[in-house]
């Protein structure tokens, strides 16, 4: 497979003027679009900082259940402004993505669309695995150390993998479903199993945030903030354990073992 990618910076450089007159440096975030082709078909359009592109294209198709692996992938080329993905997918690939229902629904907090999905009953199991306590307390801390744009701008979301005691990446969006992607597909890129990893993000996780952790096979998904009930119902029906760490340092493990 080859992968061609040309991301851009991730910050704009600004300048504010406090109520004294004086002018500082104020770095924002960068909310930059691409649109995706599979196959010279467009597939979906993405709001998303301008790096790490290819990642974000390859965890987002195979999040939203649209490959099943990079052995799909024949090739990706992102154009030089970053405004374009192609993606080329094996026949056989493509012939179960123009035979999927075609749909369009909003993926994330920004105005990213999809036009090819997956329902919730193709959802597999999640095999659940081992996990300390003390692998999350690491990931948090971790990705608060891995957070550059968030530091700049405070406008960005984030997320994390953790293969037992070992951060293995932080990637950072302005969409906490494109960080997610985007740490997804830097693992499947890296070959890294996702299913043997623990995930912590940001941001809130409603039901579409375990859609995605599921097709991955994440058996552990964790976040600062509480699930919402259907994302519980969904975490029950297929294994997957859903951990919050509260701002006291207390996890609560909403299924699963501890």
Same mark, same amino acid.
């Not at 123009?98 to 629904?105: C, L």
């Not at 993926?107 to 036009?115: K, M, S």
């Given at each position: ?105 909003? &993926?994330?907090? /920004? *105005?990213?669309?999809? %036009? @090819? !999905? ?106 600062? &903030?509480?699930? /919402? *009930?259907?994302?519980? %119902? @969904? !975490? ?23």
């Amino acid at each position: 497979m080859r992968i061609i990618d040309q991301s851009k910076a991730s910050r704009l450089a600004c300048v504010k003027e406090t109520s004294g007159g004086r002018k500082l440096p104020c770095p924002v975030a960068v909310e930059h679009g691409i649109d995706v082709f599979i196959n010279e078909r467009p597939a979906m359009r993405l709001t998303c900082t301008p790096e790490h592109l290819d990642e974000l294209v390859v965890g987002r198709l195979f999040t939203e259940g649209m490959i099943r692996g990079l052995a799909d992938i024949l090739g990706v080329h992102i154009c030089e402004q970053g405004l374009r993905a192609k993606v080329m997918l094996t026949s056989e690939a493509a012939e179960r993505l123009e035979s999927a229902k075609t749909a369009e629904v909003s &993926t994330c907090c /920004t *105005d990213n669309r999809t %036009l @090819l !999905a997956s329902s919730d009953t193709e959802l597999p199991a999640v095999r659940p695995v081992a996990w300390e306590p003390a692998w999350l307390r690491l990931a948090a801390d971790g990705l608060r150390d891995h957070q550059p744009l968030y530091g700049q701008t405070h406008a960005v979301h984030a997320a994390c993998l953790m293969r037992r005691d070992r951060l293995l990446c932080c990637r950072e969006d302005i969409g906490r479903h494109n960080a997610l992607d985007k740490v997804i597909g830097w693992a499947l890129l890296a070959g890294e199993a996702p299913e043997e990893c623990l995930l912590y993000c940001t941001g809130r996780l409603p039901v579409d945030m375990l859609r995605k952790a599921i097709r991955a096979g994440v058996p552990v998904l964790a976040s600062k &903030t509480y699930p /919402t *009930d259907q994302a519980l %119902l @969904l !975490a029950a029906r297929t294994g997957l354990t859903m951990v919050t760490l509260r701002p006291d340092g207390e996890q609560v493990v909403w299924n699963g073992r501890e």
